[in-house]
C-alpha cells in the first residue's frame, strides 16, 4: 500500500489542480468507489474545475484527465461523472461541512486548503481512516497562523515511510524547484505592485510563487490586529477567572455554521476563553451540551452570565413555531439580544476590542483561524476589493466575534436581577419584550 495522505505546498500555476485531477482518475479506475475534489467555496468550483479550459491544449481540464470513452454519465449541472467501472468523481465545496453528508468518498482532494474550513477534513477524516482511502491537499501558503501551515508541521514531524504506512508525504515546491519561467514572475509582480502596492505586491508574490508563510492574507480584516496581539504575548494559555461570569457570544447557523465565543471581562479587559463550534445536523441543544462539558473541564467554579445572540434569534422557526430566544430559556441560559447593526460598524467595533482582549490559544485555535483569514472579497473581473466580506467558513466565528465586540462593555460582574422576576414558565413572548427597555437594549431574563 502506497501513502495515504499528502500536503502539496506548491507555487501557484504550478498544476496541482491538473495533476489531482490525473491521480484521481488512476485511483477511480483501479478501484471502485466515490471521489471528491473539494474547493473552499462550491460556487468557485464550476469555474476553476468544471469549466476551466487547459490553455495550452483548448481543451476541459476535466475531459482531459476523464476521458469520455471510460465515462457512463456526465451531469453537468450537479458536477458529477460515473466512470463505466462504477466510479464516481464531484466537485464539492469544504465551505458547508454539513453539505457533504452522503456516500462517503475512498479518495478526496482538497484544493487551495489553507483556504477551507479545517472542519471538513475533521469530519471526513474518521471515515477515510474506516475504508482506507486517502486525501490529498494542495494549496498555497495563507500565513503562520493557518490551518495548512500546522499541517504542513505535522507531517514533516510523520513522514511516510514503508515502516512507518500512516506517515505523510509532504512538499514545498516554489518557483526556484520548477520550470515555471521567471520574467511571468516579474510581470505578475508589476500587476501586483499597480493593484495592491508595492509593499502589498511583494509579500504577495512571496506567498504565491515562493510559497511564504510570512505574508499576510490579502484582504485580510483583523489578521495584523491579531498577529499584533501575538506579538505582545496576549495568544497565551489563560485560566478562567472564578469570580467573574462566564459569558458567551453566538452565531446562530444551522450544525457546523453555529459558532459560540466564551469570554470574561474584567474591568478594560476582555478574556477570550473558547470558540466552540456546531457540528454536523447538531441544534443549539447539542451546542449548549458542549458549553456546559467545557465549563466543567476548564471553569467548574465559574457562574454562567449571559448569552449574546443576533437580533434575528426572536424569528419564529418555521417548524416548532418558536423562537431560538425561548429555545434558550427553556434551557436556562439568559439569552441577551444584540441591537441590529451594520455590518461595517460590527467589524470597526471588533477592530477596537481585539487590541483589549487576551485569548486563550490553545481553546481558541480554529476561532482564532477564521478571525486571521476572515477577509474581504476581491472581484478578480473588476480588479478591486468588494465592499462586503466574503462568506465563507470564516464568516460564523468572525460574526460571533462582531457580536461579542458590540456588546461585551455592557457585561457587569453580577448581572442584575428582575426586580419583580416571574418563574420562566409563567413568562409569555410578549412578558419577554418587554424586558427589552434597559440601557443594555437586550432581553435579559
Request: with cysteine.
Given at each position: 500500500?502506497?501513502?495515504?495522505?499528502?500536503?502539496?505546498?506548491?507555487?501557484?500555476?504550478?498544476?496541482?489542480?491538473?495533476?489531482?485531477?490525473?491521480?484521481?482518475?488512476?485511483?477511480?479506475?483501479?478501484?471502485?468507489?466515490?471521489?471528491?475534489?473539494?474547493?473552499?467555496?462550491?460556487?468557485?468550483?464550476?469555474?476553476?474545475?468544471?469549466?476551466?479550459?487547459?490553455?495550452?491544449?483548448?481543451?476541459?481540464?476535466?475531459?482531459?484527465?476523464?476521458?469520455?470513452?471510460?465515462?457512463?454519465?456526465?451531469?453537468?449541472?450537479?458536477?458529477?461523472?460515473?466512470?463505466?467501472?462504477?466510479?464516481?468523481?464531484?466537485?464539492?465545496?469544504?465551505?458547508?461541512?454539513?453539505?457533504?453528508?452522503?456516500?462517503?468518498?475512498?479518495?478526496?482532494?482538497?484544493?487551495?486548503?489553507?483556504?477551507?474550513?479545517?472542519?471538513?477534513?475533521?469530519?471526513?477524516?474518521?471515515?477515510?481512516?474506516?475504508?482506507?482511502?486517502?486525501?490529498?491537499?494542495?494549496?498555497?501558503?495563507?500565513?503562520?497562523?493557518?490551518?495548512?501551515?500546522?499541517?504542513?508541521q505535522m507531517a514533516r514531524d510523520n513522514p511516510w515511510s514503508p515502516a512507518n504506512p500512516d506517515g505523510w508525504f509532504s512538499e514545498v515546491l516554489t518557483v526556484e524547484d520548477t520550470e515555471f519561467p521567471h520574467n511571468l514572475v516579474e510581470v505578475q509582480r508589476r500587476e501586483y505592485h499597480g493593484?495592491?502596492?508595492?509593499?502589498?505586491?511583494?509579500?504577495?508574490?512571496?506567498?504565491?510563487?515562493?510559497?511564504?508563510?510570512?505574508?499576510?492574507?490579502?484582504g485580510a480584516m483583523f489578521a495584523k490586529a491579531i498577529a499584533k496581539a501575538e506579538r505582545a504575548g496576549r495568544l497565551v494559555p489563560l485560566m478562567a477567572d472564578p469570580a467573574l461570569p462566564l459569558n458567551s457570544a453566538w452565531d446562530l447557523g444551522k450544525g457546523a455554521n453555529m459558532a459560540v465565543w466564551l469570554y470574561q471581562v474584567s474591568g478594560n479587559e476582555l478574556r477570550v476563553l473558547a470558540g466552540i463550534s456546531g457540528a454536523h445536523d447538531e441544534v443549539i441543544e447539542d451546542v449548549v451540551a458542549k458549553l456546559e462539558k467545557w465549563k466543567g473541564a476548564h471553569a467548574p467554579q465559574c457562574k454562567w452570565g449571559l448569552d449574546y445572540v443576533p437580533h434575528d434569534a426572536r424569528v419564529r422557526e418555521l417548524g416548532s413555531g418558536k423562537t431560538r430566544i425561548e429555545t434558550f430559556i427553556r434551557l436556562g441560559r439568559k439569552p441577551v439580544l444584540v441591537p441590529a447593526h451594520k455590518v461595517d460598524d460590527g467589524i470597526a467595533a471588533a477592530r477596537l476590542a481585539i487590541p483589549l482582549a487576551w485569548f486563550n490559544e490553545p481553546q481558541c485555535g480554529e476561532a482564532l483561524e477564521a478571525l486571521r483569514l476572515y477577509r474581504v472579497e476581491y472581484d478578480e473581473e473588476k480588479k478591486v476589493f468588494k465592499d462586503t466580506p466574503l462568506h465563507d467558513w470564516t464568516s460564523h466565528f468572525a460574526d460571533a466575534f462582531r457580536y461579542l465586540a458590540m456588546a461585551w462593555r455592557t457585561v457587569r460582574a453580577d448581572p442584575p436581577v428582575e426586580a419583580k422576576r416571574r418563574d420562566l414558565p409563567e413568562l409569555t413572548l410578549n412578558d419577554l419584550w418587554k424586558l427589552n427597555d434597559r440601557p443594555e437594549r437586550g432581553i435579559r431574563v
Open positions: 500500500m502506497g501513502c495515504k495522505r499528502e500536503l502539496l505546498i506548491w507555487h501557484r500555476r504550478a498544476g496541482k489542480d491538473d495533476v489531482q485531477l490525473h491521480k484521481t482518475m488512476v485511483a477511480a479506475w483501479q478501484r471502485k468507489g466515490n471521489y471528491w475534489h473539494a474547493l473552499p467555496q462550491y460556487s468557485q468550483a464550476r469555474k476553476a474545475i468544471w469549466e476551466a479550459i487547459n490553455p495550452a491544449t483548448g481543451q476541459r481540464r476535466i475531459d482531459e484527465a476523464f476521458p469520455r470513452e471510460l465515462r457512463e454519465t456526465t451531469l453537468e449541472h450537479d458536477m458529477f461523472i460515473r466512470l463505466i467501472n462504477g466510479s464516481t468523481w464531484k466537485l464539492v465545496g469544504s465551505d458547508d461541512p454539513d453539505s457533504l453528508v452522503g456516500s462517503p468518498p475512498v479518495g478526496i482532494t482538497f484544493s487551495e486548503f489553507a483556504l477551507s474550513n479545517p472542519a471538513a477534513w475533521a469530519y471526513l477524516a474518521p471515515i477515510l481512516a474506516q475504508n482506507g482511502g486517502w486525501a490529498s491537499f494542495i494549496t498555497t501558503p495563507r500565513g503562520r497562523g493557518n490551518h495548512a501551515f500546522r499541517m504542513l493593484l495592491y502596492g508595492l509593499d502589498a505586491g511583494d509579500a504577495l508574490i512571496e506567498q504565491e510563487y515562493y510559497c511564504s508563510f510570512e505574508a499576510a492574507v490579502l
